[in-house]
């Protein structure tokens, strides 16, 4: 599996970014799908993660209320709709996958990752 990531770019704090990631790979559908981040100095951390299904996403406390995680499987792709952002929301994002049904919010539990996309939040 192969993931891009894009949609990051500079705005304001309150502002909105969606974040698409595109997946190669005939298993996307099977796979459990999530957003990290990494900051400056910092360690990636859990941002969102939603199930092969769809259902029951999952969100870090940080940006619950904030952040909409979705997929579509026909497109092989996952979003990240961020809305509300804030400086802290600065940071490099990652979409990553696992071959897996169940959710985890662990870096090491997820076997594919993108790039990364920058987004940063102007206070």
């Known amino acids: 599996v192969q993931l891009q990531a894009c949609g990051g770019g500079l705005v304001q704090a309150g502002g909105s970014l969606r974040l698409s990631c595109a997946a190669s790979?005939?298993?996307?559908?099977?796979?459990?799908m999530a957003w990290f981040r990494q900051a400056p100095g910092k360690e990636r951390e859990f941002v969102s993660a939603?199930?092969?299904?769809?259902?029951?996403?999952v969100y870090a406390d940080s940006v619950k209320g904030r952040f909409a995680i979705s997929r579509d499987n026909p497109k092989n792709t996952v979003y990240l709709q961020m809305n509300s952002l804030k400086p802290e929301d600065t940071a490099v994002y990652f979409c990553?996958?696992?071959?897996?049904?169940?959710?985890?919010?662990?870096?090491?539990?997820?076997?594919?990752w993108g790039q990364g996309t920058q987004v940063t939040v102007s206070s």
């Open positions: 990553a996958a696992r071959r897996a049904t169940v959710i985890n919010r662990s870096v090491r539990a997820y076997e594919y």
């Open positions: 939603i199930s092969n299904s769809g259902g029951t996403p």
């Open positions: 790979g005939r298993t996307f559908s099977s796979n459990v």
